[in-house]
T-cell receptor, first 114, second 112 residues
Framework: DAGVIQSPRHEVTEMGQEVTLRCKPI?????LFWYRQTMMRGLELLIYFNNNVPIDDSGMPEDRFSAKMPNASFSTLKIQPSEPRDSAVYFCASSWDRVSRGYTFGSGTRLTVV | TQLLEQSPQFLSIQEGENLTVYCNSSSVFSSLQWYRQEPGEGPVLLVT?????EVKKLKRLTFQFGDARKDSSLHITAAQPGDTGLYLC????????????FGTGTRLKVLA
């Protein structure tokens, strides 16, 4: 299994530009999570999906952030317009809902907004 | 809001020493997990504990879930440089939704 695949690994963009982060979860996993990690705030849950349906988006910072999961094998997190304070590492994770199972994380996308 | 505080925040020790990392909350969790994260990578699951008072061992690592399911600890015996990394606890909320809230993290460095 290739694991959770995220792209790009690094993204540098100018303030005001649109940024799209991509995630391919592990086949068969029915949950997908988007997290953001910074030194100041740690690992924060932004949104999660179950069977492609958004279940909890209470962690999405503001309307500039949006996430979609058009099918079981693909999800996107979009920031429009981007701001310097959005700079962080964004992780996608997938899982089954089994108590003993943890999340499998991707390697993350390091976003820098200048 | 359910928060998980970890202590210490940073820890630098010599190879062979023992250490304990703590994860505390005022909230009850239905289960708790520990992850280790290395630079440039996502967190990797180490263990899941479910029952209050539960103890699990993974080689030199011992994990304990508090009786009231509000806290947990991770003890490492005879630490090795390969144990270096960011240790994160994550508690599953009891609100009925399937999501884990991550702790503030403990950054461990083991010197050879």
């Amino acid at each position: 299994d290739a694991g959770v695949i995220q792209s790009p690994r690094h993204e540098v963009t100018e303030m005001g530009q649109e940024v799209t982060l991509r995630c391919k979860p592990i086949s068969g996993h029915d949950y997908l999570f988007w997290y953001r990690q910074t030194m100041m705030r740690g690992l924060e849950l932004l949104i999660y999906f179950n069977n492609n349906v958004p279940i909890d988006d209470s962690g999405m910072p503001e309307d500039r952030f949006s996430a979609k999961m058009p099918n079981a094998s693909f999800s996107t997190l979009k920031i429009q317009p981007s701001e310097p304070r959005d700079s962080a590492v964004y992780f996608c994770a997938s899982s089954w809902d089994r108590v003993s199972r943890g999340y499998t994380f991707g390697s993350g996308t390091r976003l820098t907004v200048v | 809001t359910q928060l998980l505080e970890q202590s210490p925040q940073f820890l630098s020790i010599q190879e062979g020493e023992n250490l304990t990392v703590y994860c505390n909350s005022s909230s009850v969790f239905s289960s708790l997990q520990w992850y280790r994260q290395e630079p440039g990578e996502g967190p990797v699951l180490l263990v899941t504990v479910v029952t209050g008072g539960e103890v699990k061992k993974l080689k030199r690592l011992t994990f304990q879930f508090g009786d009231a399911r509000k806290d947990s600890s991770l003890h490492i015996t005879a630490a090795q440089p390969g144990d270096t990394g960011l240790y994160l606890c994550a508690g599953r909320t009891t609100s009925g939704t399937y999501k884990y809230i991550f702790g503030t993290g403990t950054r461990l460095k083991v010197l050879a």
